[in-house]
């Protein structure tokens, strides 16, 4: 149906221009819930697969194949850009990346290096093949923002409290905002290599970022995160922000220049256009849900499509990753559940004025 990624129902739902189907994808949609990436990835490490071009782009494709969602993004991790920086660090398997030596002194933070395209080559490698593979299908990057970066790099590893990471943020705020500062030009420049060679849209994950309050959030960690999406407000792609527990900032993370603002699964759509005036929204299905009968799930996935026509643009996704027990059927399932229930008329076939024929309670046109 569509010409080109930039035609893509996703990439216009971004926009808020109108589509003929509600655009849906997944947070985690390759990983352990696909046998064939469990199959695929035996005796091969997570950083180490993140380096192997061919890997990376059959891993990426796995999930448009099987689900036909409506974007693909990049396998890679949040923590591929700190090792290219020279990190020492690893992910482990049902924890998630460890760092050997946290970096809590102003000569710790002195030492990460600021990557530059040649650090990631191997990242550049694989987006071109995707790109070539997708045709149509948009492929989304992605990085991780600077505090969640930073709350890793500080902590050492994943946390509840975050009490180290609060201790320098408080404690210590210059060299809070020169790690910060460094880890958004690391970003900034991980995600221009993404988009030079061909990603069509930008996720910034600041998955930690709720645990903060919305005066510290915009004290502390506001300004890193504009830098990195206004960094890249020239590129002509879509900037989706996303975080979890985000309720209170919704409003900054858009501000901090969003095109999309991520929304996990407790807060309603309706109310979160309210929040972030104007922009799409995507979300935001309650990725525990999928565990219930069919029924549930499918009146749970209504309940979302209902509630994201307040939104000038939705895209569809879970309010957080795809948990690794996931049955794939019921993402297949979901998939194609969110395109019937969301088309339109014109999609359909049926002659329309033009006008937009979804989101018809919405903010108005473009
Ligand atoms: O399909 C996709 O969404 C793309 C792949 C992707 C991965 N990590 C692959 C991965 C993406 C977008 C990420 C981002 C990421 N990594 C985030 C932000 C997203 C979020 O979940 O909030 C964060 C916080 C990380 C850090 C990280 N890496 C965690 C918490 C874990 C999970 C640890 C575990 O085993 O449960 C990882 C490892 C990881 N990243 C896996 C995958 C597929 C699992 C490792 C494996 O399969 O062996």
Same mark, same amino acid.
């Given at each position: 149906?569509?010409?080109?990624? /930039?035609?893509?129902?996703?990439?216009?739902?971004?926009?808020? %221009?109108?589509? #003929?189907?509600? #655009?849906?994808?997944?947070?985690?949609?390759?990983?352990?819930?696909?046998?064939?990436?469990?199959? =695929?990835?035996?005796?091969?490490?997570?950083?180490?697969?993140?380096?192997?071009?061919? $890997?990376?782009?059959?891993?990426?494709?796995?999930?448009?194949?099987?689900?036909? !969602?409506?974007?693909?993004?990049?396998?890679?991790? =949040?923590?591929?850009?700190?090792?290219?920086?020279?990190? *020492?660090?690893? =992910?482990?398997?049902?924890?998630?990346?460890?760092?050997?030596?946290?970096?809590?002194?102003?000569?710790?933070?002195?030492?990460?290096?600021?990557?530059?395209?040649? *650090?990631?080559?191997?990242?550049?490698?694989?987006?071109?093949?995707?790109? +070539?593979?997708?045709? *149509?299908?948009? %492929? =989304?990057?992605?990085?991780?923002?600077?505090?969640?970066?930073?709350?890793?790099?500080?902590?050492?590893? #994943?946390?509840?409290?975050?009490?180290?990471?609060?201790?320098?943020?408080?404690?210590?705020?210059?060299?809070?905002?020169?790690?910060?500062?460094?880890?958004?030009?690391?970003?900034?420049?991980?995600?221009?290599?993404?988009?030079?060679?061909?990603?069509?849209?930008?996720?910034?994950?600041?998955?930690?970022? &709720?645990? %903060?309050?919305?005066?510290?959030?915009?004290?502390?960690?506001? #300004?890193?995160?504009?830098?990195? %999406?206004?960094?890249?407000? &020239?590129?002509?792609?879509?900037?989706?922000?996303?975080?979890?527990?985000?309720?209170?900032?919704?409003?900054?993370?858009?501000?901090?220049? +969003?095109?999309?603002? @991520?929304?996990?699964?407790?807060?309603? $759509?309706?109310?979160? !256009?309210?929040?972030?005036? @104007?922009?799409?929204?995507?979300?935001?299905?309650?990725?525990? +849900?999928?565990?219930?009968?069919?029924?549930? !799930?499918?009146?749970?996935?209504?309940?979302?499509?209902?509630?994201?026509?307040?939104?000038?643009?939705?895209?569809?996704?879970? &309010?957080?990753?795809?948990?690794?027990?996931? /049955?794939? *059927?019921? $993402?297949?399932?979901?998939?194609?559940?969110?395109?019937?229930?969301?088309?339109? &008329?014109?999609?359909?076939?049926?002659?329309?004025? @033009?006008?937009?024929?979804?989101?018809? @309670?919405?903010?108005?046109?473009?």
């Amino acid at each position: 149906m569509s010409s080109s990624p /930039d035609e893509s129902a996703f990439v216009r739902a971004c926009r808020g %221009l109108d589509v #003929p189907h509600t #655009p849906v994808w997944f947070m985690r949609q390759a990983g352990r819930s696909l046998p064939e990436y469990r199959k =695929i990835r035996e005796g091969v490490g997570m950083l180490e697969s993140c380096r192997r071009p061919e $890997l990376v782009t059959e891993i990426t494709l796995q999930p448009v194949r099987r689900h036909g !969602v409506d974007a693909a993004i990049l396998f890679s991790d =949040i923590v591929v850009p700190l090792a290219a920086a020279g990190v *020492d660090l690893d =992910i482990v398997a049902g924890t998630g990346p460890v760092v050997a030596q946290p970096v809590r002194t102003a000569d710790a933070v002195d030492r990460l290096r600021v990557i530059t395209a040649d *650090d990631v080559d191997f990242v550049a490698r694989a987006v071109r093949l995707l790109v +070539a593979e997708l045709g *149509d299908t948009p %492929l =989304i990057g992605f990085a991780g923002a600077p505090f969640t970066l930073a709350s890793y790099l500080i902590e050492g590893g #994943p946390s509840r409290t975050y009490a180290r990471t609060k201790a320098m943020m408080y404690g210590d705020p210059e060299l809070w905002h020169r790690l910060l500062s460094r880890l958004a030009e690391i970003t900034l420049n991980f995600l221009r290599v993404q988009v030079s060679n061909g990603a069509s849209a930008v996720q910034l994950f600041d998955s930690w970022a &709720g645990a %903060l309050s919305e005066a510290d959030y915009r004290r502390y960690v506001l #300004p890193h995160s504009t830098a990195v %999406l206004s960094g890249l407000a &020239g590129a002509g792609v879509p900037r989706i922000h996303f975080g979890v527990g985000t309720a209170m900032l919704l409003g900054a993370m858009g501000e901090a220049g +969003a095109d999309v603002v @991520g929304v996990d699964w407790r807060t309603p $759509l309706d109310r979160a !256009v309210a929040a972030v005036d @104007g922009r799409a929204v995507q979300g935001n299905l309650d990725p525990a +849900a999928l565990f219930a009968p069919w029924p549930v !799930v499918a009146q749970e996935t209504q309940r979302v499509l209902a509630e994201g026509r307040a939104a000038r643009g939705h895209v569809f996704n879970l &309010g957080h990753g795809v948990l690794p027990d996931t /049955d794939p *059927d019921v $993402l297949t399932r979901l998939v194609e559940l969110v395109h019937r229930d969301s088309e339109t &008329g014109a999609a359909a076939g049926v002659v329309s004025s @033009g006008a937009h024929t979804r989101h018809p @309670g919405g903010r108005g046109g473009a």
